[in-house]
């Protein structure tokens, strides 16, 4: 098989989940292309030397301008906080290389548009990192709206929570920073409801939005007995119009206790509905109108059968797959259309989208007005 040598850029909790997906994916997928996990690069020689050797690199390296002009790598891959996303990938693109980009996209539009630029112009592919399109039961969703078992979708209700800055002593660590995170609960998780509901629903049209942040002091993390100031919102709500008439609303909080990660969605169409939650993410309720008066009522499918999507290549029916594997059909899939020449997606596009969709909730949220969306 043809191979690609890949530079992964950072090494803590993306930066193993994909070092995961890139050593799966041959075993499981056989892919066209294979991946050859060439360089890691961080940031401390020794730290990222050990965890080369733990996720399985053949070299560690501590500069990533270097790295990305290096004439042996085919495909840059950005585990990076937001801050450093634009740089490394337009330099990236400018090499030559593919660009597969963790989100979002960038921590501004006009830099997420600069790396949708520098990628088309360079004429390499580009790939954002939105991962739980690729979970099975979300793929199975969007076949089940896309063959119009849903008629005609009204109602998107998308909510993202979680609880792990819910203690006020919890430090002031990168995701609470704008200059470094961009924006909190809103960029961070509602970006991942941003893009489930362009993937299931389309394109939006307008937002109206709030945002808030509870707890604006926290520890600093090297000195815990000072504070600094909170500069990003921990919870966003937003209500979104889409262009092809649909209402959604959209809910992203880290401050939700007892919520891990409940990335959960409802979509309501003229004949039927579907609900979808990560921590159970085996799973799908589905209800259809056209059932037999007697028989409708809600009903669990579990979405691990050969006939789901990417289950073929696991486990025999109910033997479940779990958070890990989104990320490697996340790899599969862009491998596959890299072998293809054809642009993977969510490409950088779907990333200015977002990003623009991002923006408005946050100016929406500031003028306490609505905000229409001009792509
Ligand atoms: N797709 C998902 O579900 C998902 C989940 C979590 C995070 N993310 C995104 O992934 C990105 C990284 O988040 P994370 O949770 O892995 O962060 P993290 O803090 O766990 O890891 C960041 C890594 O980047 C490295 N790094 C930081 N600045 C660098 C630089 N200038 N040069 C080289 N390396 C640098 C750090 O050393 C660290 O290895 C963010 O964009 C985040 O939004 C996506």
Redesign the pocket.
Known sequence: MPGINVAL?????????HSNAYRQVVPFFSPRLTPRMKVL????GQ??RR?ARLLGWEEAA???QDVVARPDIDLVD????????A??AIAAARAGKAVF????LANSVADARRMLAAAERAGVPHMI????RRAPAVMFAKALIDEGRLGSIRHFRGTYLQDWINDPSFPL???LDRRR?GSGAL???G??VVDLARFLVGEIAAVAGALETFIRRRPLPDQPSRKGRVTVDDAAAAVVRFENGALGTIEATRLAPGRKNYNRFEINGSLGSLAFDLERMNEIEVYFERDPAALRGFRRILVTDAAHPYIKAWWPPGHIIG?EH??IHTVYDLLDAMADRRQPEPSFVDGVRNQEVLDAIARAATSRRWVEMAY
Not at 101 to 104: I, L, N, R, T, V
Not at 129 to 132: D, F, G, P
């Open positions: 850029i950072g090494y803590a909790f993306m930066g193993r989940a690069c961080g940031r401390t730290a990222v965890a501590t500069d990533w950005i585990s990076t906080p937001g801050d450093s996303h740089a490394i980009c963790e989100k979002p990192c939105h991962n739980y660590v990168w995701r995170a960029g961070d998780i970006a991942h958070y989104t990320f």
